[in-house]
């Protein structure tokens, strides 16, 4: 027979099967009562129908939650069991700790961004660039926030004066993706505005899904001015940011990149126009040393030249004509005397004679008729000639 356990090795031998037989383990429930200590820990109950338990969320997790718990919240806590052997009582060690129904949240969030995506309403194409120095600036936040307090700040320590209109809405809640798509529709028509900044401060997934909603979406890409978008910290990245020509990572930052700082502008436009009135100087001086290097000729010395020049193409057309008459005379007196040498005449100025009847030479004997009057044609003269007699 085994020897009795005591209290100590029953609740530890409790706490090793607990451990070993669930591990960490998955609980949906209510939110009752819950404490927040001094010493940072949370301390709550987990409650439905048929039971209630006991739970704790240590300050080393919930340092890293953006929200806190109220009752009432439905919750899914995740952790493992602990038997507290002093109460005999068994808890649950809370690793994290999030609101019912965020699982289903994020689905629909994939969902939709994954439509938008393929309408393009993300493109970078799509993107616009801001102005370099707007005439005004829209702003669509809470009238009551902090974004739009640090908003106008920077804004009036980089361009003091620069006209700002406030489309106010609410930033979150049911009702606020309306007023914000509302908004940013009432600024466009507004007209005034050259770009225009949607956003609001920082808070839990919950505060910020108003910018998640696909009116809002819609609305920023669709905007015919230029939207800059700042949700929250740098950390967030809402769908509003994805649509947006730009993604600041706060407010105050969002304010930074719409408008340039006019001082440090008017600086740079100064220094170009030192710069540029530089730049004429040194070209005014290097023209005028330029002329000054150029010298002035006297007219009447290139009137004389010009005629100097004219005496001698004159001279030099002469020589040329007579040289091309004496070329073409030797050539007439070259065919000449080809001609002459191909002529009957020069054998005529040998001694010999051309009978002739009725211009036509006479080539046969037997072509002649006795008593026939010829015509004969000699080197100097013609004299008439009749035929006596013919033979071949």
Known sequence: MHAPLTVSQLTQALSDLVHDEFGRVEVTGEVGRITFARSGHWYLSLKDEGAVLDAAVFRGTNSRMSWRPQEGDRVVATGELSIYAPRGSYSLIVRRLERAGAGDLLARLEALKKALTAEGLFAPERKRPLPAVPRAVGVVTSATGAALRDILR????????????????????????????????????????????????????????????????RAVAACGIP?????????????????????????????????????????????LGDRLALA??????????RLRAIKLRDPRRRVTEARLRADELDARLRRAAALRVERSR????????????????????????????????VRDATDLTPGELLELRLGRGVAAVRVESAES
Do not use: M
């Open 154 to 217: 920077v804004l009036d320590e980089r361009w003091p004066g620069l006209p700002i209109y406030l489309a106010p809405c609410l930033v979150q809640g049911d009702a606020a993706a309306e007023q914000i798509a509302a908004a940013l529709r009432l600024v466009e028509a507004h007209g005034k505005a050259d770009v225009i900044i949607v956003g609001r401060g920082g808070g839990s997934a919950e505060d910020l899904w108003a910018f998640n909603e696909e009116p809002v979406v």
């Open 227 to 271: 939207v800059v978008s700042a949700v929250g910290h740098e950390t967030d990245t809402s769908l509003c940011d994805l649509a947006a020509d730009v993604r600041a990572a706060t407010p105050s930052h969002a304010a930074e990149l719409v408008v340039p700082e006019r001082d440090a502008l008017l600086t740079l436009v100064n220094d």
């Open 280 to 289: 004429v100087a040194r070209q005014t001086l290097r023209k005028r040393d």
């Open 330 to 361: 030797r050539a007439v007196e070259l065919q000449a005397a080809r001609l002459r040498a191909l002529s009957p005449l020069a054998v005529l100025e040998r001694g010999y004679a051309i009978a002739l009847r009725d211009g036509c030479a």
